[in-house]
């Protein structure tokens, strides 16, 4: 299989900047489940497939798995800096480097699990009673020096929880 495709299973990210009820519903649902499913596909998982790579150059699974943590939580901070501030700069963070973090190698993976199901219940909650106006309000990204809105950001969150399901 070529890189490519393996670095971007269900193709690059096309921006959504004005999603439909329907799509958006659909989203939310998908990041609700998210836990449980992450939950579902590595519950039986022997401790040494935690370290097998999906593709050349990649992350270990249990990177992957503390990386969907440590992603999540970014971004549902994003999403309360935007709804509680004018047009905020948010902070970026270097992922690779937090992925090569203790915490991110570790086999313990049921710690990450833990929060994602905590993290993704509040988060879907928000979601879920969100005003078009609200999703219409945006953040400085400072590293693509560009606005997205929540609505666009919650596309491509949901194309990450796509991706983890893929793999």
């Not at 989203?27 to 499913?37: G, M, N, S, T, V």
């Not at 519950?43 to 440590?70: E, F």
């Not at 833990?114 to 953040?139: A, C, D, P, S």
């Amino acid at each position: 299989m070529k890189i490519e495709k393996l670095k971007f299973p269900i193709g690059k990210y096309i921006p959504n900047k004005n999603p439909n009820k329907t799509l958006l519903k659909k989203w939310i649902d998908d990041i609700e489940l998210f836990p449980a499913r992450v939950e579902g596909l590595t519950k039986d998982i022997p401790t040494n497939k935690l370290s097998w790579k999906y593709r050349p150059n990649g992350w270990m699974v249990k990177q992957i798995i503390h990386h969907c943590a440590d992603s999540n939580m970014n971004s549902v901070i994003r999403f309360k800096l935007a709804l509680t501030e004018q047009n905020p700069t948010i902070r970026p963070y270097y992922e690779d480097r937090w992925a090569v973090l203790n915490d991110s190698l570790t086999d313990e993976i049921n710690e990450s699990l833990i929060l994602l199901n905590g993290l993704h219940k509040r988060w879907t909650r928000l979601l879920k009673y969100l005003t078009k106006e609200q999703l219409e309000m945006e953040f400085l990204h400072p590293i693509n020096g560009r606005k997205f809105s929540l609505a666009e950001t919650l596309v491509f969150t949901h194309g990450i929880v796509t991706i983890i399901w893929l793999i």
